[in-house]
């Protein structure tokens, strides 16, 4: 399947390894990656000895690897150099952060939207002096903040090594200080997002990261 689906690509050039992934996954509905790349020969070595299709591309230091499964992402291939019990947890902790990520803003936005029995006295009298002031709904502020951390990220990669570092203490010190300060987000939500943007950088895969 995968040589035909090769031979159907009509293309004048190739870049790199990227371009035929692309091409592979044109069809694909699902937001997540089914072809992982990498430059690691003993990566490469045993995805091939589990049975799958490895593709080399003339002149690029990256080979695609198919098909690539959601577990995949959750797992690295340092692990396999370590303890088995020591990968184990490492691998529980990835689910854990998966997870966090996830639910922790929608949660957040539901029990203090809808919810708010759930909520015990004392932190719901909390998170309300918290709030007091402040103009936005619970969920704009969410989006708001996660949307400024995507910025952040997006630019800290783009920039060289030094000034990622300055613009991402900037952003996260300053910006979200300066926010609190002037009542514009509560500091329960750049908690909340501070969580969720923590858990989502145990994975280094963009593709995985922006799916």
Known sequence: IVIEQLNKIDIDGIIDSGNIAQLLEKKSKSPFPTIRLTERPDYAAANLLEGRIVILIENSPF????????????????????????????????????????????????????????IPNELLISLSIQREGVPF????EVIMLITTFEILRESDIRMPTAMGSAISIVGALVLGDAAVAAGIISPIVVIIVAITAICGLLYTDIDFVNA
């Open 137 to 140: 709904p619970t969920a704009f």
């Open 63 to 118: 080979v695609l690897i198919t098909p690539a499964l959601f577990v995949d992402y959750l797992q690295s291939p340092e692990d396999d150099y370590q303890r088995e019990i020591n990968s184990n947890f490492t691998r529980i902790l990835r689910i854990i952060a998966f997870i966090l990520t996830i639910i922790t803003p929608s949660f957040y936005i539901a029990i203090t939207t809808f919810d708010q029995q759930v």
